[in-house]
């Protein structure tokens, strides 16, 4: 069977980096991504490829499609989409530095850096929030079901799709909250990270539940905190064997099912969105680019 990028489906690390980049109008694309792929490793660097660049390369990845966006009442839900994403992960941000800087080197003469975004664990797996994030997410067998591509093909198996969003967080809001209301947010209590049966509607964990959907609607979140001076939030990713499943998800959280809007965004805005294709690993402990006709 085709294996995936490790990374999507480890634990998180301590310390992670993000990175987009946008295609150069004369560059040339495929050059650039064989000379970066020996650093994709899938572990230490997750690679996705954003669609305008599998257009450039005259493909289409079935599935990857352009990010949704929309409003709800006094906020926005932004699409901000590049054409290269990576995932860098360790736990030394000097090593993070080094590697971003070579594979920047790497994809220069054809790719500009977009965005670089540091993130990193808080406590074990909590938002800055303090709550816990990840608790319900699909493990083992369910987890390869729920993130990676299976029946399509060599090229594709293996691989996986990410929806990434950048959250920036409003903490005067959240401090201003009862420890009651910020439960309510959630829909979890922070003392002990338990669903109550009485959490409101709107509360985030009534919104997602993933089992509630038809189909469900399971996602891999492999999210982590950032921050940048003094303001900060969560790099929120979520890996799936389509983007059907966050699609439902977002949806219902922006009332697009029901008007309900989801209490998250009492205290949180979505400052980027974006999807990625992550192609599988190929021989050689390199990413497999094949799809893309390299
Ligand atoms: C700042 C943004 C967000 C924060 C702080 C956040 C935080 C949390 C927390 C604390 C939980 C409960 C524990 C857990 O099961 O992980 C949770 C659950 C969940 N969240 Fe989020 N989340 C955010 C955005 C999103 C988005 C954008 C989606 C999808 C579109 C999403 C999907 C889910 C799902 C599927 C669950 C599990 C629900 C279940 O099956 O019980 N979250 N989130």
Redesign the pocket.
């Known amino acids: 069977m085709s294996q995936p990028q490790s990374g999507i489906l480890a634990a998180l690390p301590r310390q992670a980096r993000y990175l987009s980049f946008e295609i150069l109008p004369e560059g040339d694309a495929a050059a650039a991504l064989g000379a970066v792929a020996p650093l994709i490793d899938g572990d230490t660097a997750v690679m996705g490829v954003g669609r305008s660049l599998a257009l450039e390369l005259g493909v289409e990845i079935p599935g990857l499609r352009d990010f949704p966006a929309s409003a709800i009442p006094g906020a926005d839900i932004p699409a901000t989409p590049a054409a290269l994403w990576f995932w860098l992960r360790g736990d030394d941000r000097g090593v993070l530095l080094h590697k971003a800087r070579r594979i920047e080197a790497a994809v220069k003469a054809a790719f500009r850096l977009h965005t670089v975004l540091d993130a990193f664990q808080h406590g074990k797996s909590r ?1 800055l ?1 303090g ?7 699909p493990r083992d067998e369910a987890a390869v079901d729920a993130a990676i591509v299976a029946g399509q093909g060599a090229g594709l198996d293996g691989g996986s799709f990410v929806a990434v ?1 950048q ?1 920036q967080h409003q903490f005067d809001r959240f401090e201003q909250l009862s420890a009651g209301e910020k439960d309510d947010v ?1 829909g ?1 209590r922070l003392s002990d990270n338990e669903e109550f049966d009485d959490a409101p509607p709107a509360a ?2 009534k919104r ?4 509630s959907f038809s189909p469900p609607a399971f ?1 891999v ?1 492999r ?1 982590m905190p950032w921050t940048d001076g003094m303001s900060g ?2 790099v ?1 990713v ?1 890996f799936g064997r389509s983007l059907d499943a ?1 699609e439902a ?2 949806k219902r ?1 922006t009332g697009g099912e029901d008007g309900i809007v989801d209490n ?1 965004f009492t205290i ?1 805005r979505p400052v980027t969105g974006a999807y990625y294709w992550c192609p599988p690993m190929g021989g050689g402990g390199q990413v497999d680019l094949s799809r893309l006709g390299l």
């Open positions: 938002d929030t709550y816990e994030d990840g608790t319900e997410n969003q959250w959630f979890r985030h964990a997602t539940a993933q089992e996602v979140r999210s939030g969560l929120f979520a966050f998800l977002l959280m998250l949180t």
